[in-house]
């Protein structure tokens, strides 16, 4: 049977009997139209539809209800939706933007497509996104998660913000991702977390065994708390080892340029020292390309240079001290050997001066 309600509305129930039913097959249980357009329908199996017709309300006499209260509200006219409750005028027409979602108590989605969950959360430019506690998303396209999150008028941006302090992380510029992780920040890059990098805090407590340090990698290396970058070296880590000779590295040092220079991106006052990647790379052959210098290869060289020169060094120190030795022994023998002419000079006087004595000379 159909019912006709003022405005032209009209009211279906569907009493027929079940074999009836099941004759004809029934959609509804209960439907709602007007002027032939659907608008609420109950579907037998408990299905529920909400149907209307969007034109925008700008006259702002279609909203169903506003103020203060809990409800949920479908708005057909922006095609909004809200659920939740409200103490204030975040539900107002003029505040809710056309295909909006507002879940949440006192939460506002004020621009068109924006969505906001939560606690007093505000999605307030086109396409925005609030979700959590305290947060506004103030910039088109943008996104305000966690506690306390502000994209700042940001387009763009993204805001994470964890539940560590009351104060207001904002987005810097447009385009830009910000985080507030006081627990450290986690990207895992397999599914047993075995790999991945970390982010932390200077906790102790680190995926890889790090302790103390500001990032850390599933591969061993991590920058320190105290700024210091440090490379994995483990043994169990490396093979295919081959000795090193110290004066074909030093030989390959000779030859290698090393100059003084500025990146491209930089300042022309700032300046930098070493070789080119290409000239390394020519030298030694180290590394995976040759437009990069691993921090381990630099070293490696560096150090190898170093044992290289200390050898030779050593090799000197002996040569030297024997020289000294022998040059200490023909010292020691001019010496004796002046002692021994100054005796032969010595008697030699004697002698003359005798001579000299004996009558007749």
């Known amino acids: 049977m159909k019912i006709m309600i003022r405005g032209g509305l009209a009211l279906a129930a569907l009493v027929a009997s079940a074999a009836t039913a099941a004759a004809q097959t029934p959609d509804s249980a209960f439907a709602v139209s007007s002027g032939g357009a659907g608008l609420f329908r109950v579907n037998v199996d408990a299905g529920t539809l909400f149907g209307g017709v969007y034109d925008g309300d700008n006259s702002g006499t279609g909203i169903p209800a506003e103020g203060s209260g809990t409800r949920m509200m479908w708005y057909p006219r922006k095609a909004a939706f809200r659920a939740g409750g409200i103490n204030g005028t975040q539900w107002d027409g003029a505040n809710i933007g056309d295909y909006s979602v507002a879940i949440g108590q006192d939460v506002r989605a004020s621009a068109s497509n924006a969505t906001a969950f939560g606690l007093r959360s505000t999605a307030a430019q086109q396409s925005s996104f609030a979700v959590g506690e305290d947060n506004t998303a103030s910039g088109a396209a943008s996104v305000a998660m966690g506690y306390h999150a502000h994209t700042n008028a940001r387009q763009g941006s993204f805001v994470f913000s964890d539940r560590s302090s009351v104060d207001t992380l904002r987005a810097g510029v447009n385009h830009s991702a910000n985080w507030r992780t006081s627990g450290g920040f986690r990207i895992f890059t397999s599914s047993n ?91 030694f052959g180290l590394g995976n390309d040759d437009v990069t210098i691993g921090t381990v290869d630099a070293d490696g060289v560096a150090l190898a240079g170093v044992k290289a020169l200390d050898a030779r060094s ?26 021994e002419q100054a005796a032969t000079a010595a008697r030699l006087e004697r002698l003359e001066r005798a001579l000299h004595a004996v009558p007749g000379n």
């Not at 030989?251 to 930098?272: E, K």
């Not at 000294?324 to 002692?339: D, G, K, M, S």
């Open 314 to 339: 050593a090799v000197q120190g002996e040569e030297i001290r024997a020289l000294r030795e022998q040059n200490a022994a023909q010292q020691a023998e001019i010496e004796r050997l002046r002692a």
């Open 193 to 283: 977390l075995s790999t991945g990098v970390t982010i932390q805090s200077g906790a102790t407590v680190s995926n890889w065994g790090q302790s103390n340090a500001v990032i850390s990698t599933s591969t061993g290396a991590y920058l320190s708390t105290s700024g210091v970058w440090t490379n994995t070296s483990d043994v169990n880590r490396k093979h295919l080892f081959e000795a090193v000779s110290g004066e074909d590295v030093l030989s390959r040092l000779r030859t290698m340029p090393v100059t003084s220079w500025s990146y491209r991106t930089d300042d022309a006052g700032i300046r930098h020292l070493g070789p080119t990647a290409q000239d390394f790379r020519a030298a």
